[in-house]
Each structure stands twice: as C-alpha cells, then as structure tokens.
C-alpha cells in the first residue's frame, strides 16, 4: 500500500491510499485549492511503512540462524528490492 502526498510551496496534504482501479491505481480525493496555497505542485508516493522513526530492516537469509526472533511478535515481513526481511522495533521504541 503506498500513499499519495502533493505539495505545493510549504504545504504538504495527505491525499490517501491508492487503490487499483482502470487497470493502474488512483483514487478520487477532493481538497479545497486554497488548502493547498500557490505554486508549483509536487507529488509524491510513500510506501505504509516507509523508513518509520524506531524501526529497522533486518534481512532474513535461508539457512542462517535469525539473531532477533524474540523481536517477532510485533514485527512484520517486508521486502526491499530483492531482499525479503523483517521490519522491527529497536531498542529505543520499545
């Protein structure tokens, strides 16, 4: 799931989640424009769980013992490129 943002001069509006939709993906937002202020726009798409504060990558590798198992339970799987991996919490949130 990725997320839709516009920003126009030094305003930034969260236009949502992008659903499939015509055989590609959008969705129909409406915001008024004197929101948004003048100038140039700039879009940009975030991926949900997009390099949060207090998270880390950790890679998995078949065969290889995986030294944060007892993170687990509130982690969840992730992929980056071809990399598949888990994405956990560090120290510092917990």
Known sequence: MCRLFVRCGSREENLGIV???DGG???DTRIPVKRLGEGEMEFRLV???ADRPGERFV???PEEPFSYISR???AYLARQGEQLGAIIRTKEKM
């Open 19 to 21: 659903v499939p939709m």
């Open 25 to 27: 993906f959008g969705l």
């Open 47 to 49: 991926p949900k769980h």
């Open 59 to 61: 890679p998995i590798y």
């Open 72 to 74: 687990l339970k509130d």
